[in-house]
């Protein structure tokens, strides 16, 4: 038998026992789903003819999806509730804006109070419900929206733990609603165009993705009682993690299929840098005795953390909203037969691209892109791309907003189920697991209890 000591014994049953200690929510992957309960993968509700919906939180996010919403043919806004009064009158003025025909004419509103979103509900029973809320509201507000009977749209990260993640798939089965993450990056022109190739086969096999949210975010500190930054703060100063891992990782997700038929999440490791720059601002830029200069910052500049699938393929997600740096969402994806890249967007095939590069040692990029995107830009954003436009994030949200709405009047399913919400928020929680424990692995739940094995990959949609 070969020789242990002392020391490496110790070593191994101390990190046994850490692995131990993380099994209940790797075990958590397969609780059995009540007979009652609906397998959501690919779910299709009854077509609903007039889209009746109400909005949670209309502040930057929630006023544009307002906006675009109310635009649309057959759809109806009949309720809007904020904190704050002016935001709710603001917005129905928006209403009014877009909307020539006698509809939105009966809209109720509410403000002022914590629970009048509850009120809301009851009342107004609406269709559909969006909500772009702080963080710690998503959860609570779209399993109740679906408890009331709608289907309910979440900003952001769809929740914050992997308890409200479970809590929100159960409630999504049990009653038969969608409860769709509003992933608006997946409806962007280059992240529409590399799925369409990747579905087609041009870079190969896939193997591998980097995805990111870098987007230096300091100033929203002057935010200090209303707005992102009012809470927002506390969670950079509270919790050391890949805190909004979303963007970058829902396209990455959908070219590589994760938790579709072919792959799904394994686990991760996750790592991140001292947390320097925030405590550095508002030493900076406020008084020693104001409340930024109180907290105590605990999560690191920059977060990478690195996700490995069950087929051994790998995902290597980045989170900076803090460092001095430009903007990027990495969006790479490569292949047996080429990568395809963002920021800026480029593309490199082996024995290079007809008419364009000789090789895979020289990217394709800039004007030359335009023959690609000629080629291959996806049917979808061909079709809605003039229809989308003005509505935020060069037309994405708009984009999203309309598929959402032509998929409930038609009774198709979503574009994004309520299981790949949940598994790209995860890496939040599972990052700041992995931090606290030197980078032991984390294993993600099985939100979908083994049904990604049936749930076909998203179709290019026409």
Known sequence: MKHIDRRSFLKKTSLSAAAISLLPNYLKASPERPLESTYMGGFAAPKLENIRAAFIGV????????????????TEVVAICDLYEDLVKEKMGWVKEVSSEERHTDIATYWGGEEEWRKMLKEARPDVVFIATNWKNHAPMAI??????????????????????????????????????LENVNYGRDELMFLNMCRKGVIGEILHGEAAYIHELRWQMEEQERGTGSWRTHHYAKRNGNLYPTHGLGPVAQYMNLGRKEDTFKNLVSFSTPARGRKTYAEKNYPKDHKWNQLEYEGGDLNTSIIKTERGKTVMVQWDETSPRPYSRLNLIQGTKGTLAGFPT????????EGLTEDHHSWVQGEQLQALYEKYDHPLYKRLNQAAKGSGHGGMDG???????????????????????????????????????????????????GNWKETNPLDIIV
């Not at 009977?149 to 809590?167: F, K, R």
């Not at 919400?421 to 984390?442: D, K, T, Y």
Request: hydrophobic share 45%; with cysteine; net charge negative.
């Open 59 to 74: 502040g930057a996010r929630g006023g544009t999806h307002l906006k675009f919403f109310a635009a649309l043919e057959r």
């Open 144 to 181: 109740e929206a679906m408890e009331q009977g709608a289907h309910a749209l979440v900003e952001v990260p769809i929740a914050v733990t992997l308890e409200e993640m479970w809590d929100i798939v159960d409630a999504s089965e049990r009653t038969r609603r969608h409860c769709m993450m």
């Open 346 to 353: 480029r593309v490199a095939l082996e024995g290079g691209v």
């Open 399 to 449: 984009i999203m907003v309309y598929r959402i709405v032509e998929c409930l009047q038609k009774g198709l399913p979503l574009d994004q189920n309520v299981y790949e919400g949940c598994f790209w928020s995860a890496v939040a929680p599972l990052s700041e697991s992995s931090v606290a424990n030197e980078g032991i692995p984390q294993y993600f739940p099985d939100f979908t209890r």
